[in-house]
């Protein structure tokens, strides 16, 4: 019997498990697939967004502030890849300026802090390779930049190394109602808990239905994008938005922690909420809405074009509460929920505690560190890397400079990752120029070895994506 049981390992799920790891209680994390971060939490626009466009009095409102105002801090503590960029949104003529007027208000309303709108020419000061035609822009200054799936591993290896348990490949396809607990199936076994949160993005309202009357449902909106070089890193040193219209906050143009540019989303309402395909007609509307902020952006040095899935719901806010006694939703987290996870971690608590939790506070509590690169290291500590492992003088992916013992490192971590995916989103083998061209082969060897599994077991991504099915000639006799 576990205290509580987290249904989901994103963004959401991790920073509640890391929340509650804080305490003396049992902890149960749920994850259908076969690493953590594999939902809308690996494919966004990556922005730790200042808090101006949520409706004041928004729980999103609240909770994007706060959100913003504790990522900083966390990230440093956790070694996640963070940067206070500033944001600037920008106005091409007076209907702009309006919303602009009315951003900067609505921002204020909700406790955001040093707002302004600054003239065009300040704004081309700031941002030379924006549309001269720039007339005004709205600069927030609190706005970062992050790295999101980092940041879920950061907090999910915490809760980990605190003791929460965390099952892979256990998709819940049920849930029963005991007397003061619940009994959950999984794709991997059943196990019984106190209380349940349930943090499944995109499926949250059939998780929710599953133990409550229906009351909301997920409209999933595709978001599509463009990858860009670190050749194009540079051509914004902010993050470019445009006034927000029906399609939310629009498209925008950043530079992303890892030195390269991001160009998108779009927002398009789709039925299968792990549609993640990526459309010729898609990333034209980017092309072309984005030319409006700026014209410079050299679309031939594009590396990599994916799409993430909002979890929208028909009400404008999260649905942050209990629909059955021992039942939190933390469901219909859309974009600021990046921003906002650390703040809905606490009020996750929070909520536990309303439904009768009386979590007792641990002493030995202790943060999980992600690991620093060789390449990022000091000179003195390379020189003891060294001493440690030969391995981190063998560079295995080129682009990134990521080496053996790097990858060696991130499989020794509070969660091991189990396919090259899960490799490049720990220590980035795989993410450069060339997208794993070369280093993809030598990856896969490395898993192969380590996890002690055959090559043709070795997946490129989710649970099932083999890259190889056999030896070349083999069982023909030569
Ligand atoms: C295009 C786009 C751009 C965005 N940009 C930003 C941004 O710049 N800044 C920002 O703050 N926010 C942004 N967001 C929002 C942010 O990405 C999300 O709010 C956040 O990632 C949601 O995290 P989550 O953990 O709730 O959901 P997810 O990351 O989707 O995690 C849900 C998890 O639940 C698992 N799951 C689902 N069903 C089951 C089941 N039955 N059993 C077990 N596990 C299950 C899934 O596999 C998944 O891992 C953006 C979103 C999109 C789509």
């Known amino acids: 019997m576990y205290d509580v049981t987290i249904i989901g390992c994103g963004v959401t799920g991790a920073a509640a498990a ?32 200042a808090g101006y466009d949520p409706k004041p009095g928004t729980k999103m409102a609240r909770l994007n502030v706060l959100g913003s105002e504790m990522m900083e801090s966390l990230c440093r503590r956790l070694n996640v890849e963070y940067e206070r960029t500033g944001s600037l949104v920008l106005a091409f003529d007076e209907e702009d300026m309006r919303s602009l007027r009315a951003l900067c208000e609505r921002g204020r309303e909700n406790g955001v802090r040093g707002l302004e709108i600054i003239s065009g020419a300040k704004a081309l000061e700031m941002e030379p390779n924006i549309n001269p035609e720039v007339v005004g822009a709205l600069y927030a ?103 927000p219209n029906e399609d939310g906050k629009g498209v925008l143009i950043a530079p ?15 039925t299968d909420p792990e549609d993640c395909s990526v459309t010729a007609r898609g990333l034209e509307k980017v092309l072309n809405i984005s030319s409006r902020s700026s014209g410079k952006i050299d679309f031939r040095e594009t590396i990599r074009n994916f799409a993430g899935i909002r979890a929208s719901a028909e009400i404008d806010d999260f649905i942050l509460e209990a629909s059955a006694p021992g039942f939190i939703n933390a469901a219909a987290i859309k974009s600021p929920g990046l921003t906002a996870a650390p703040a809905i971690g606490l009020e996750i608590v929070r909520l536990l505690e309303e439904e009768g939790l009386r ?94 599994i055959r090559m043709e077991e070795v997946c490129q991504d989710k649970a099932g994506s083999f890259l190889l099915t056999g030896r070349t000639k083999e069982g023909c006799g030569l």
Not at 256 to 270: D, F, K, Q
Request: overall charge positive; some cysteine.
């Open 18 to 49: 890391y929340e509650l790891s804080k305490f003396r209680l049992s902890i149960a994390v749920l994850e259908k697939e076969n690493d953590v971060a594999c939902g809308t939490t690996k494919a966004n626009s990556a922005i730790a967004h």
């Open 141 to 243: 200054p609190t706005a970062a930049i992050v790295n999101p799936w980092g940041l879920c591993i950061a907090l999910a290896g915490t809760a980990v190394m605190n003791g929460a348990e965390l099952f892979l490949n256990s998709e819940v396809r049920g849930i029963e109602r005991g007397d003061g607990y619940f009994r959950i199936k999984t794709a991997s076994g059943a196990l019984e808990t106190r209380y349940i949160v349930n943090a499944s993005g995109a499926h949250s309202d059939k998780i929710s239905e599953m133990v409550a009357k229906p009351f909301f449902k997920i409209i999933p909106v595709k978001g599509e994008y463009f990858l860009l070089d670190k050749s194009q890193g540079g051509l914004v040193r902010r993050v470019i938005f445009q006034p």
């Open 256 to 270: 992303t922690v890892h030195g390269n540019l991001i160009v998108g989303p779009t927002s398009e309402r789709v």
């Open 359 to 452: 979590p007792e506070k641990r002493e030995d509590f202790r943060e999980y560190r992600s690991g620093t690169l060789f390449k990022d290291m000091t000179p003195g500590d390379r020189s003891e890397a060294l001493k440690r492992d030969k391995r981190f003088g063998r560079v295995v992916c080129r682009c990134e400079t990521i080496t053996e013992g790097d990858i060696l490192d991130a499989l020794k971590g509070p969660i091991p990752p189990v396919s090259i995916d899960g490799v490049k989103r720990r220590c980035r083998a795989g993410s450069g120029r060339c997208q794993g061209g070369f280093c993809g082969p030598r990856v896969h060897e490395i898993l192969s070895r380590e996890r002690g």
